[in-house]
């Protein structure tokens, strides 16, 4: 496998995850965050926290958050994610930082994720961090 | 305003600039503090130097509140505000006392020869405890009550004579007034039998008209504490020892006592100003003006020694008034003394008494309308002049509440009618009485209400805590806070400041109104509340709180929910989820239950294997229980397995719940415990363990007023007596440390656990998110008193219902890692990796340490993978031969 191919991998059936917790998974090497939303649609992430450097995202709160964007797009709800150990929190559709707690913006990479078949599948590879791992927050 | 035989101070000299001022104050108390603190707050960048003499070893205390010590025996907790002594140009000289002042040559020279020059001198010096002449007062065992080494000795004493005569120690305060009433309820916090001796004929007489003082002699009695009005005690005689053993009192009639305590008024510390030629008021005291200048213009005097028309003050706020006004003058302002009358309230004993003003009507035409209730032991009187619109007066006895709302309307109108405002549900004829903007509100630091209003309308304060510091209003006797706190929110209210109670984006309730809802609602998963109540799926604030309200309602109304089971599970922080506390790395501490910190032999051989075989570092915790910590997530279920079969249950450390119930030995072991500490701890751990609350709950019990559980510093503090326990909530440690305030005395077993239940149960239903209950008692209306009406009175009628719940969190209650390694969907969650349920993770790495394993950081050069690796490294360099043998080979010792 090259680092440019990005293949989905089969991680574990949807009903192994509970609705808006997490688990770990391992990729290889890579240690991803898998989680379950109350749609039984499912989203990936980093599993190392970018402000301890502990791997324990897989462990934090899922939630919503209203984006206040521009013209149509506006008041979007997203689903967050909140880290158990400081409790900064970021978009789970982009990795982008909602809530910095007052420090450094640190987004997380996010991974795609699909659920085929009753089964839960995850991109080997993260898509690129936002930008300035930043969004409106209302 | 003319002083008699004082006439050139009337128009104080035009004073020079402060620059390069040698200023010296005499006197390390209240007042010399105040003084400093003032001046350089004031006067923050002026070039002046200030040197405090002060006679006692301590720094500065609180004088006014001497009685603490006794709850926590440490002298600097009494300390004043110590960050002024940082201040460069402030010097401080403690245990050395001022012996002469050289007028000429502009200096004073204290008892260890130095000679300290000053350009100017404020005299501080205070009082003296006056005590009558009567025979045999030198006897060892008498003492006076106004100094920390005064209370010291008394403790000492009484532990003394206790251990020497093997029996309780009997005690005698001459002097019935509020210093007097304090003395003695402090002998009986010491276990002695305590009797009060008043020459006059009704107790705190100075301050409390009959009535008053009749009803309060009931109120003292009623706690045991004896009166006897109208006798003095003219002689004392030894006991076979030679140390006092009996009082012989003015009719004749004799008292066996073993300590004797003098509070019998106080006279100004003069001797300084006599010698140097000042001049003295008739009756002591260096005369002043209202500049608070002396005879001498480079002199000023401040304070209980200062003698201000012809009177010395006996109270903190003249004193502090004057130590305002002469940095005032210092800084070239006109600012005056003014004696008002700021009212009394003891405080310290346990019982309610205040008064003001003209408490025995002497005004011409003054009307006095009074309510009495003998049966529950409450006295109000207001005093009015002859047109019944003009408060003059109050006294106030077994309820105190109206005292710091009416007090700052003495000479006023009092706009409502006056046998309303004090008959018993009086309170609400009040409340559309507003105070003027110039009525002082907190007369301990003169505080007017229009500047309580000002810190909210203009410098934003928006809690109790920030007008506090914004005002420095309530911070000295606090009795003012109750109307502070009306203040505070009555302008919030006009400012049309709602302060947002609002949760997070998601609900717009506060806790308790959530908590509320939910209760009439009957919600039961996070779903149903958040489409009913709020929008979208949560956050990382209001998922917690929602799983902990619904936790606690299921305990209160039946619908049980374990805290960690299917509904609540995704609701959790991960602490909750996984019962643990996650830990820096990621990994978990594991911490049972060890009820008063309890434990067995066979128990502790469990904790030290299962820590061997898996690597764990140990410490005991503050909590009195031994925490095991580096516990990875996937091995949470094999370790508590072990623990559960050695009879442990989970420490709801990770929780916000009961965590533990601290306590000494008590009377099984120790020499002095008056009760039975431990049991009672173990029996209310039992009771309490798993109850969710809005913050973590500490509970403390002591086995008698040493205090050595520091219960105190509890939520819920339970202090032995020779009669059953006092009970004290509200107590903090942590950032915001405080005190817990006495709720109720002398209660038995039974009664205990009822008020302990009462408010926890309030303090769940009431409190706001991650409020301690500290901050809860602080800030609920009517403070501690309410609370007190409300818990041990029942004056809502709720009392039962709250008992009720608690006996269904008690009946419900289960161990819950327990029924977590019986539930095999739950132990499926505690896996590394979903899709590889064998391996750790590969980014843990341990670094031993004084014979144990911690994290690495990332300085850290050489790590270990595994922990108990690293601990057998960490056990090789302690000297231990390694039973890993070859295992670490390679692996370097740092």
């Known amino acids: 496998m090259t680092t440019q191919e990005n293949t989905m991998i089969d991680i574990c059936a949807l009903s192994d995850l509970s609705i808006e917790r997490g688990a770990a998974a391992l990729l290889g090497d890579v240690q991803v965050a898998v989680f379950r939303l109350v749609d039984d649609s499912v989203r990936a992430c980093q599993q190392r926290d970018p402000y301890s450097g502990a791997n324990v995202l897989s462990r934090g709160l899922i939630g919503s958050h209203e984006l206040t964007g521009e013209g149509e797009e506006s008041e979007q709800l997203v689903p967050t994610l909140a880290s158990p150990m400081y409790k900064q929190a970021w978009n789970l559709d982009t990795g982008a930082v909602l809530d910095a707690g007052g420090g450094e913006k640190l987004p997380i990479a996010v991974h795609d994720a699909e659920v085929r078949d009753g089964r839960v599948l995850v991109a080997t590879t993260p898509r690129p961090l936002v930008s300035d791992g930043v969004e409106t927050v209302s | ?894």
Not at chain 2, 248 to 272: A, E, M
Not at chain 2, 838 to 865: I, K, N, Y
Request: glycine fraction near 10%.
């Open chain 2, 1 to 894: 305003m003319s002083t008699p035989g004082h006439s050139p101070l009337t128009a104080p000299a035009e004073q020079a600039p402060l620059a390069d001022q040698r200023i010296v104050v005499i006197g390390g108390g209240m007042t010399g503090h105040r003084f400093a603190a003032r001046l350089r707050a004031q006067d923050p960048e002026g070039r002046w130097t200030l040197t405090v003499i002060g006679e006692e070893p301590q720094q500065p205390y609180d004088r006014v509140h001497l009685s603490n010590w006794f709850s926590s025996r440490n002298a600097d907790l009494l300390s004043l505000d110590v960050s002024v002594w940082d201040d460069p140009r402030i010097s401080l000289l403690t245990g050395d006392k001022a012996e002469s002042i050289d007028r000429v040559a502009g200096h004073v020279t204290t008892a260890s020869g130095t000679a300290v020059p000053y350009d100017r001198l404020v005299l501080a010096t205070g009082s003296w405890a006056w005590a009558p002449r009567a025979e045999g007062r030198e006897l060892p065992g008498i003492f006076s009550y106004r100094t920390v080494a005064d209370v010291e000795r008394i403790a000492e004493w009484v532990s003394l004579r206790e251990q020497t005569l093997g029996r309780q120690v009997r005690g005698v305060v001459v002097g019935g007034g509020v210093l007097g009433l304090e003395a003695a309820a402090a002998l009986q916090d010491l276990g002695a039998a305590s009797t009060v001796v008043e020459f006059a004929d009704r107790v705190m007489a100075v301050q409390l008209d009959q009535g008053g003082g009749e009803m309060l002699r009931l109120l003292i009695q009623d706690k045991g504490i004896d009166v006897r009005t109208g006798v003095g005690a003219s002689r004392f005689q030894p006991a076979g020892d030679g140390q006092v053993g009996t009082a012989v009192l003015s009719d004749d009639s004799t008292l066996d006592v073993d300590i004797v305590i003098f509070s019998t008024g106080i006279r100004p510390r003069d001797r300084l100003a006599r010698e140097a030629g000042l001049a003295i008021g008739e009756r002591g005291g260096v005369v002043v003006g209202d500049s608070c200048q002396t005879s001498d213009p480079a002199i000023w005097a401040i304070g209980e020694c200062a003698s201000f028309q012809e009177s010395c003050a006996g109270l903190i706020a003249p004193g502090n008034d004057m130590a305002d006004v002469v940095v005032d003058r210092f800084l070239g302002g006109t600012r005056t003394h003014q004696r008002k009358d700021d009212g009394t309230k003891l405080k310290g004993v346990g019982v309610d008494a205040a008064a003001f003003g003209d408490v025995n009507a002497v005004t011409a035409g003054a009307l006095e309308v009074a309510f009495v209730d003998p049966v529950n032991r409450k006295y109000r009187k207001l005093v009015m002049s002859d047109d019944a619109k003009v408060l003059l007066g109050g006294v106030f006895v077994g309820d105190i509440e109206l005292f710091s709302q009416l007090r700052p309307l003495i000479g006023r109108t009092l706009g409502a009618d006056p046998s309303a405002v004090i008959a018993p549900e009086g309170g609400d004829a009040m409340a559309a009485a507003e105070l003027p903007d110039d009525a002082v509100v907190c007369s301990c630091n003169n505080v007017s209400a229009g500047t309580i209003r000002a810190s909210v309308s203009e410098h934003g304060c928006t809690t109790l805590g920030e007008v506090k510091e914004c005002t420095t209003a309530g911070t000295v006797c606090g009795s003012c806070v109750p109307t502070l706190t009306k203040l505070l929110n009555k302008e919030l209210e006009r400012s049309g400041i709602a302060v947002s109670t609002a949760m997070c984006e998601h609900f717009a309730h506060s806790r308790a109104e959530l908590y509320q809802l939910v209760k009439e609602g009957g919600q039961q998963t996070f779903t149903e509340i958040v489409t009913a109540f709020g929008r979208g799926r949560g956050c990382a604030v209001c998922k917690p709180v929602v799983a902990s309200l619904l936790s606690s309602l299921g305990t209160t109304s039946g619908r049980l929910h374990s805290p960690v089971g299917e509904q609540l599970g995704s609701l959790q922080d991960t602490n909750d989820h996984v019962m643990a506390n996650i830990q820096k790395n990621g990994t978990y501490s594991v911490i049972p239950r060890m009820p008063a910190g309890e434990v067995t032999p066979e128990q502790l051989l469990v904790l030290a294997q299962v820590a061997l075989d898996y690597g764990l570092y140990l410490k005991l915790n503050g909590a009195q229980r031994i925490g095991m910590f580096g516990a990875r997530l996937d091995q949470l279920p094999e370790i508590w397995r072990r623990l559960v079969d050695a009879g442990f249950e989970s420490g709801h450390a990770y929780g916000k719940s009961l965590r533990m119930v601290k306590s000494c030995v008590g009377s099984t072991w120790c020499r002095y415990g008056v009760q039975d500490s431990t049991s009672m701890a173990v029996a209310l751990e039992r009771r309490y363990r798993g109850l969710r609350s809005p913050h973590k709950l500490k509970v403390g019990v002591s086995g008698c007023a040493r205090e050595c559980a520091e219960a105190r510093a509890k939520d819920v503090g339970v202090i032995a007596t020779t009669k059953g326990w006092n009970l004290y909530v509200g107590g903090n440690g942590g950032a915001q440390p405080a005190h817990a305030q006495l709720l109720i005395e002398d209660l038995d077993d039974e009664n205990l656990v009822k008020c302990i239940d009462r408010f926890l149960m309030l303090y769940i239903q009431e409190a706001d998110k991650v409020q301690r209950t500290a901050r809860w008692v602080e800030e609920r209306e009517g403070g501690i008193e309410e609370l007190r009406r409300v818990i041990v009175e029942d004056s809502l009628g709720i009392g039962e219902e709250l008992e009720a719940q608690m006996a269904n969190h008690v009946a419900t209650y289960e161990d819950e890692w327990t029924a977590t390694l019986d539930d095999p969907q739950r132990m499926a969650k505690f896996v590394s990796f979903i899709n590889a349920p064998g391996v750790a993770d590969p980014d843990l790495a341990w670094v031993p340490e004084r014979g144990q394993m911690r994290p690495a950081h990332e300085m850290d050069s050489r790590t270990a993978p595994d922990p108990v690796r690293a601990r057998a490294l960490a056990a090789l360099s302690l000297g231990a031969t390694s039973p890993l043998g070859d295992a670490v080979e390679g692996e370097e010792i740092h």
